[in-house]
């Protein structure tokens, strides 16, 4: 069910609207003052704001950059005794719905809040569906609620602190909310704050004039200014010493800085997405890092997990990784040999997807001209790691691609069907039959009694190659 928040000074006004609006069956709140919609924008969620300009505690209109910076900020009707046209033009500049004039009639404000609902139910609908993720590979659970999320950020304008460990995927995450957005045109400039200076940081972020310091031959636009209508993205973000970290906060305040040896303040209009893999809160409590900024910059959270807790991902990445990398060096595509995915499977990912993409990379130098992609082809120290873990488990199935395929296997909790083992064996079966007479038909069709038919059939179910 929709909800209304009427902001009006006047009690009548807010009698008419609120008469209307149960008449209508539609929820809503009421406000005097600019106070009391903040407060009530902290605690609730309103779909659409009945807004009067003029407020006892300044206009309504100063509410709309805060509006825009919400996660997912409600529609806005301004609603004003005075007709002020170049109100009217802040106001649509600010992305209002709709500009009426009071004693506008009780058809026209009906008709521009039953439009202003429906369009903001149809942007809550489309948030999912309209996302870009063309880069961004993920079918687990654990990643399509991150894209839920991502999606959210995407159609608004707010603050995103991404987390989680190293290789992740948080700056193409950032890449995917910025493309998916409506700054998606202008830039997108990344800030890692690990690889910075204490001593060049300023100079980076903020610029400075030529004869500022020694060294400073000439002047510099800062990366602020850089990401002037687009995205800022500060990487590592827990590595920002205290001291940027207060001139951060002034700028993402007040969107002004100062660049060093220049008197004059300069301004930018920029989307902060921050990212670390360090647990700010923890940072904040061993005061290294400042909590009014923790608060300003969390405004839409986007926590990324781990790789191996969300194993369902690693095939469709590997795959997708090994069909890109055959396309840029123009080889034919591989085969995998189930070994391949059951080793990545039983690995632990220290270093996330970015580490998954090298060794899939190593492994396709270690297959040369190979057709298939087996275990073997693996990095040692992975195949070495992935033997312990297995046995450690008491799986005792030793990564040796030149055992029997038909060993028997401990599968844990995720015992197997009868129907299942046995397309798995016969996979096996073939996959290394293949490989024992080098792809040669006849001699596959004597040693396993199959018919040429039938051979074929089971090549194209389990998708192998001869
Ligand atoms: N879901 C994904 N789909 C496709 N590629 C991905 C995915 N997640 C990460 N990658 C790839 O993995 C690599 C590492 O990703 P990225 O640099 O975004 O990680 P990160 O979390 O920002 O790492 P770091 O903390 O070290 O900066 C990149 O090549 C990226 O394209």
Known sequence: MPRILIVDDDLEIRGTMASLLRRQQIDFDQAENLRATRSALETDNYDLLLLDVNLPDGSGLSLLPELRSMANPPEVIILTGKGDPEGAELAIEGGVWDYLVKPASIKDISLSINRALKYKDQRDRSIPRALDLSRMIGTSRAMRECFEVIAQAAVSDANVLITGETGVGKELAARTIHVNSRRAKCPFVVVDCASLTDSLMESTLFGHRKGAFTGAFA?????????????????????????????????????????????????????????????????????????????????????????????????????????????????????????????????????????????????????????????????????????????????????????????????????????????????????????????????????????????????KKYELEA
């Not at 687009?230 to 951060?248: H, R």
């Not at 002004?256 to 809160?281: M, V, W, Y």
């Not at 298939?372 to 693996?378: G, P, Q, R, V």
């Not at 070495?384 to 028997?408: F, H, N, P, W, Y």
């Open 219 to 459: 002047d510099r636009e800062g990366l602020v200014r850089q990401a002037h209508t687009g995205v800022l993205f500060l990487d590592e973000l827990g590595e920002l010493p205290l001291a940027m970290q207060k001139s951060l906060l002034r700028v993402l305040q007040e969107r002004k800085f100062r660049p060093i040896g220049e008197n004059r303040e300069q301004e930018s209009d920029f989307r902060l997405i921050a990212a670390t893999n360090q647990d700010l809160e923890e940072l904040v409590d061993y005061g290294t890092f400042r909590r009014d900024l923790y608060f300003r910059i969390k405004t839409i959270r986007l926590r990324i997990p781990p790789l191996r807790d969300r194993r369902e991902d690693i095939k469709p990445l590997a795959t997708s990784f090994i069909e890109q990398l055959c396309r840029e060096s123009g080889i034919k595509t591989k085969v995998f040999g189930s070994d391949f995915f059951s080793s990545l499977q039983d690995y632990d990912w220290p270093g996330n997807v970015r580490e998954l993409g090298n060794v899939v990379e190593r492994a396709l130098v270690a297959a040369g001209e190979e057709k298939f992609l087996y275990a073997m082809h693996l990095p040692k120290d992975l195949r070495i790691k992935v033997a312990r873990s297995r046995i450690e488990q008491g799986a005792a199935m030793a990564d040796d691609t030149s055992s029997s395929c038909l060993d028997i296997v401990d599968f844990g909790a995720d015992f197997p069907s009868l129907k299942s083992f046995k397309r798995m064996n016969e996979r096996r079966y073939l996959e290394a039959l293949i490989r024992k007479t080098g792809g040669d038909v006849p001699q596959i069709l004597t040693i396993s009694g199959l018919s040429r038919s039938h051979f074929y059939a089971l090549l």
